[in-house]
């Protein structure tokens, strides 16, 4: 360990995990019912109406043109670089301001078409898509808008609406998806604090003149201390951009990492609170989190297109490629789920712009559910391109073909999976709220830490809750014929709603077996989140289907619940029916070198190198790469 690594403990970072949580439930939750075998299409159904806005619809039109005829992805692509002249583009049509009030100078984009405008943008370059969704969604605006002050709305929300970009600044080399271990630290000092680190991969870091800094302010007299989110001025002294880094896919993206020095940060520039940091930086996820599925529903629909017009077009075996049953399951598959992806997103955008629900499971549901779906759709696609999907789109046209960069969709797309949440952190945490109900009740009878009389307390507790709710597990409306109002589409929500009951049972089962271990329980809690996230997809594509009245969104969501179905029953037969327990024995016997024979045959990989850099604190020794637009 260096002076710059923090030793932590797994009860430590749970305990800090814990703390940022929300914990009440003030409006209803159609994702919290659901993990309790409630099917409460109630909450969901009627599909909520959009709110038409001219406004919207005028920018929307402005923003596709703009995209159409000012934004070339593959130069992107091969630059590296969004030219100047895109982000001033972008600036004029308000694009940084999409959420920000329209009193600070923003557009004030309901959440809806906020989703639609990045799906657009997204789909002309993702790198834009990543570039405003890290701005805007995780970056100033959103933590502002949500927990600022009226000063700090005043100070920096018309600065951001006009085009300055931001960026959020959590990650560290030694944080990663655990923020106990933060080092970056913001020492109280006349005034305000000085800030003291370094931040890797922070997306738009390298062109940002106002950051979002995640720092630990230490405990002292007056000062409550823990991680604080803080507005930090991208070109105060002390701050350098020392690396741009570049990745797999998103070679657009400005992402950068940054080194802080004695930074000064006033104290008015505190967001809600010392300490809160992690709880300001879930609670804006919880519709922030949002902005990436809208970017998986562009490559979605990017994929459906590609597919029809070339398995249309392309003949082998004296057939059309599309007509081969191999490739048509693949073309099902991608239009079925680019209907259900869409159907989720645009439920929770309007629940969220309803402000009626409590979305945070289901915004976390489809973030997961989008990333995942997105990555095989992209895979899919290049399979049915057979070797095109392979080439370049540089290489393509230069044959004289359609320049289509599905393989760079496939890179572009992958990150999805691991950033604002791995589809393992976002397992744990969705599956963290479905058991709430659990903990809040009976919580206490496994936890080694509390006494007798509490132990006691949720015995009574916990026999009055499950006396009650146990029975209500085995007979409901999916049991009797419900639904009869979704014609051809009841079936699946009758199934949806019996297979939400099993897996209420299935958790309580698991939680009886495991109690206070289930948590380490990691593969069984991700199939019982992936089964509610197919269930949660079931019901948003059915609402949706039926409230259309149109023959085909009936048709594509007919398809996309059976797949799910069959998705599920996989997973719910593999909760009991798995290799886990040898997967981790043989994962714990890689880990101590007892298999390394099994590596023997191949170069070996270069030694050199740390596997995660330590940095030492101190003045930049680099040069500011900090971009300045022209
Ligand atoms: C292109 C890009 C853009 C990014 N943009 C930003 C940004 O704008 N701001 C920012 O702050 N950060 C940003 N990040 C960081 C990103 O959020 C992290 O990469 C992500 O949180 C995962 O952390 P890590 O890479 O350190 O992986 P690690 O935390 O080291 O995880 C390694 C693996 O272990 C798994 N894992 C970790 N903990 C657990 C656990 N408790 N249980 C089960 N599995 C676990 C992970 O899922 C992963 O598979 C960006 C990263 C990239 C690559």
């Given at each position: 360990?260096?002076?710059?690594?923090?030793?932590?403990?797994?009860?430590?970072?749970?305990?800090?995990?814990?703390?940022?949580?929300?914990?009440?439930?003030?409006?209803?939750?159609?994702?919290?019912?659901?993990?309790?075998?409630?099917?409460?299409?109630?909450?969901?159904?009627?599909?909520?109406?959009?709110?038409?806005?001219?406004?919207?619809?005028?920018?929307l039109?402005?923003?596709?043109?703009?995209?159409?005829a000012?934004?070339?992805?593959?130069?992107?692509e091969?630059?590296?670089?969004?030219?100047?002249?895109?982000?001033?583009?972008?600036a004029?049509l308000?694009?940084?301001?999409?959420?920000?009030?329209?009193?600070?100078?923003?557009?004030?984009?309901?959440?809806?078409?906020?989703?639609?405008?990045?799906?657009?943008?997204?789909?002309?370059?993702?790198?834009?898509?990543?570039?405003?969704?890290?701005?805007?969604?995780?970056?100033?605006?959103?933590?502002?808008?949500?927990?600022?002050?009226?000063?700090?709305?005043?100070?920096?929300?018309?600065?951001?609406?006009?085009?300055?970009?931001?960026?959020?600044?959590?990650?560290?080399?030694?944080?990663?998806?655990?923020?106990?271990?933060?080092?970056?630290?913001?020492?109280?000092?006349?005034?305000?604090?000085?800030i003291?680190?370094?931040?890797?991969?922070?997306?738009?870091?390298?062109?940002?003149?106002?950051?979002?800094v995640?720092?630990l302010?230490p405990r002292?007299?007056?000062h409550?201390?823990?991680?604080?989110?803080?507005?930090?001025?991208?070109?105060a002294?002390?701050?350098t951009?020392?690396?741009?880094?570049?990745?797999?896919g998103?070679?657009?993206?400005?992402?950068?990492?940054?080194?802080?020095?004695?930074v000064?940060?006033?104290?008015?520039?505190?967001?809600?609170?010392?300490?809160?940091?992690?709880?300001?930086?879930?609670?804006?996820?919880?519709?922030?989190?949002?902005?990436?599925?809208?970017?998986?529903v562009?490559?979605?629909k990017?994929?459906?297109?590609?597919?029809?017009?070339?398995?249309?077009?392309?003949?082998?075996?004296?057939?059309?490629?599309?007509?081969?049953?191999?490739?048509?399951?693949?073309?099902?598959?991608?239009?079925?789920?680019?209907?259900?992806?869409?159907?989720?997103?645009?439920?929770?955008?309007?629940?969220?712009?309803d402000?009626?629900?409590?979305?945070?499971?289901?915004?976390?549901?489809?973030?997961?559910?989008?990333s995942e779906?997105?990555?095989?759709?992209?895979?899919?696609?290049?399979?049915?391109r057979?070797?095109?999907?392979?080439?370049?789109?540089?290489?393509?046209?230069?044959?004289?073909?359609?320049?289509?960069s599905?393989e760079?969709l496939?890179?572009?797309?992958?990150?999805n999976?691991?950033?604002?949440?791995?589809?393992?952190?976002?397992?744990?945490?969705?599956?963290?709220?479905?058991?709430?109900?659990?903990?809040?009740v009976?919580?206490?009878?496994?936890?080694?830490?509390a006494?007798?009389?509490k132990?006691?307390?949720?015995?009574?507790?916990?026999?009055?809750?499950?006396?009650?709710?146990?029975?209500?597990l085995?007979?409901?409306?999916?049991?009797?014929?419900?639904?009869?109002?979704?014609?051809?589409?009841?079936?699946?929500?009758?199934w949806?709603?019996r297979?939400?009951?099993?897996?209420?049972?299935?958790?309580?089962?698991?939680?009886?077996?495991?109690?206070?271990?289930?948590?380490?329980?990691?593969?069984?809690?991700?199939?019982?989140?992936?089964?509610?996230?197919?269930?949660?997809?079931?019901?948003?594509t059915?609402?949706?289907a039926?409230?259309?009245?149109?023959a085909?969104?009936?048709e594509?969501a007919?398809l996309?619940?059976?797949?799910a179905?069959?998705?599920?029953?996989v997973?719910?037969?593999?909760?009991?029916?798995?290799?886990?327990?040898?997967?981790?024995?043989?994962?714990?016997?890689?880990?101590?070198?007892?298999?390394?024979?099994?590596?023997?045959?191949?170069?070996?990989?270069p030694?050199?190198?740390?596997?995660?850099?330590t940095?030492?604190?101190?003045?930049?020794?680099?040069?500011?790469?900090?971009?300045?637009?022209?």
């Amino acid at each position: 360990m260096t002076a710059t690594q923090r030793d932590v403990s797994a009860e430590q970072a749970r305990s800090v995990a814990e703390a940022a949580r929300e914990t009440e439930w003030r409006k209803p939750s159609f994702g919290k019912q659901l993990f309790l075998g409630r099917l409460r299409m109630d909450l969901i159904d009627p599909w909520p109406t959009p709110k038409v806005s001219e406004d919207a619809e005028q920018f929307l039109t402005k923003l596709g043109e703009f995209g159409a005829a000012h934004v070339d992805g593959e130069q992107i692509e091969r630059d590296a670089r969004i030219p100047d002249e895109v982000f001033h583009g972008l600036a004029d049509l308000g694009c940084f301001g999409m959420k920000i009030d329209k009193k600070y100078g923003g557009l004030g984009l309901s959440n809806l078409d906020y989703c639609r405008a990045l799906t657009l943008i997204g789909s002309s370059s993702p790198s834009i898509g990543a570039l405003l969704s890290a701005h805007q969604s995780i970056g100033v605006p959103q933590p502002l808008k949500l927990f600022g002050t009226d000063e700090q709305k005043q100070k920096f929300l018309p600065r951001l609406a006009a085009g300055e970009v931001s960026a959020f600044l959590l990650t560290e080399p030694d944080v990663g998806s655990d923020p106990a271990r933060m080092s970056c630290t913001a020492t109280p000092v006349e005034g305000g604090y000085r800030i003291n680190g370094v931040k890797l991969w922070a997306t738009n870091g390298s062109v940002s003149t106002l950051l979002v800094v995640m720092a630990l302010v230490p405990r002292s007299d007056g000062h409550r201390g823990g991680i604080t989110a803080f507005v930090v001025e991208g070109t105060a002294e002390g701050v350098t951009v020392e690396r741009r880094n570049k990745f797999l896919g998103l070679r657009g993206l400005e992402n950068s990492v940054t080194r802080f020095h004695d930074v000064f940060v006033p104290k008015e520039n505190v967001i809600g609170g010392e300490g809160q940091g992690l709880k300001i930086a879930l609670t804006t996820l919880n519709t922030g989190r949002l902005s990436l599925p809208a970017m998986c529903v562009a490559a979605s629909k990017w994929c459906l297109s590609i597919a029809r017009g070339w398995s249309s077009h392309r003949v082998q075996w004296g057939r059309r490629v599309g007509e081969h049953e191999a490739v048509a399951t693949k073309i099902g598959y991608i239009a079925a789920t680019a209907y259900g992806m869409e159907s989720m997103l645009q439920l929770c955008c309007m629940l969220a712009d309803d402000n009626s629900n409590d979305i945070r499971i289901e915004a976390a549901l489809v973030k997961l559910f989008g990333s995942e779906k997105a990555w095989t759709i992209a895979d899919e696609l290049i399979q049915i391109r057979g070797g095109r999907g392979y080439e370049t789109a540089e290489s393509l046209a230069a044959r004289g073909e359609k320049a289509l960069s599905a393989e760079q969709l496939l890179r572009d797309l992958r990150i999805n999976r691991i950033f604002e949440g791995s589809t393992e952190i976002m397992h744990l945490f969705i599956a963290r709220e479905a058991v709430d109900q659990h903990l809040s009740v009976a919580g206490d009878i496994i936890d080694p830490r509390a006494g007798a009389g509490k132990k006691a307390r949720a015995l009574v507790r916990a026999a009055g809750f499950y006396a009650r709710w146990l029975p209500t597990l085995f007979v409901g409306r999916g049991s009797f014929g419900g639904y009869r109002g979704y014609g051809s589409l009841a079936q699946h929500l009758r199934w949806a709603e019996r297979a939400s009951r099993r897996l209420a049972r299935h958790t309580f089962r698991g939680m009886a077996r495991w109690q206070g271990r289930l948590e380490h329980r990691q593969a069984f809690l991700g199939r019982i989140v992936d089964i509610g996230a197919e269930l949660f997809a079931i019901a948003a594509t059915c609402s949706r289907a039926n409230a259309s009245g149109r023959a085909e969104e009936r048709e594509l969501a007919d398809l996309f619940s059976r797949q799910a179905r069959q998705r599920a029953i996989v997973l719910e037969h593999q909760l009991w029916n798995n290799t886990d327990a040898a997967d981790v024995a043989v994962a714990k016997n890689v880990l101590s070198g007892r298999y390394v024979f099994q590596e023997e045959g191949v170069l070996p990989p270069p030694d050199e190198g740390e596997w995660v850099a330590t940095w030492q604190p101190g003045p930049s020794t680099e040069p500011n790469l900090l971009r300045r637009l022209k």
